[in-house]
């Protein structure tokens, strides 16, 4: 998908390449799903340590893999920060840790192109 969505964008890709891309994001939105119901199983420790994970390896992705396709994370990246501002709004939990970690994606989501 991160090979394909430059060439989506500037009009390069195949029709194979643009159905491929499609059925893959199928299959990514259905697996973030799943990923959002198990962490809502999680107390409030196991949230915030996963979230924290999640935020450091996407960084990472962000600085590598994913460069060149960076809007790819974006709707990830905003449930995350809903997640992190949620506890924060509501006040539930470490307040500390969950504001700093909604400030960390907030600045990430805004780093994020939209297109």
């Known amino acids: 998908m991160k090979d394909t969505y430059p060439k989506i964008v500037t009009g390069t890709a195949t029709q194979s390449e643009i159905n491929n891309f499609v059925a893959q994001?199928?299959?990514?939105?259905?697996?973030?799903?799943?990923?959002?119901?198990?962490?809502?199983?999680?107390d409030d420790a196991g949230k915030a340590a996963a979230l924290t994970q999640f935020?450091?390896?996407?960084?990472?992705?962000?600085?590598?893999?994913?460069?060149?396709?960076?809007?790819?994370?974006?709707?990830?990246?905003?449930?995350?920060?809903?997640?992190?501002?949620?506890h924060v709004l509501h006040e539930e939990g470490d307040l500390a840790a969950w504001r700093a970690l909604a400030d960390r994606y907030r600045r990430m989501l805004d780093a994020l192109p939209k297109k």
């Not at 799943?34 to 809502?40: F, I, K, R």
């Not at 994913?66 to 501002?85: M, S, W, Y």
């Open 25 to 42: 994001s199928s299959v990514a939105a259905d697996k973030t799903e799943e990923l959002m119901t198990a962490l809502g199983r999680q």
């Open 55 to 86: 935020y450091d390896e996407i960084a990472a992705l962000l600085r590598g893999d994913l460069k060149h396709a960076k809007p790819l994370c974006r709707d990830l990246v905003r449930q995350f920060t809903e997640i992190a501002t949620f």
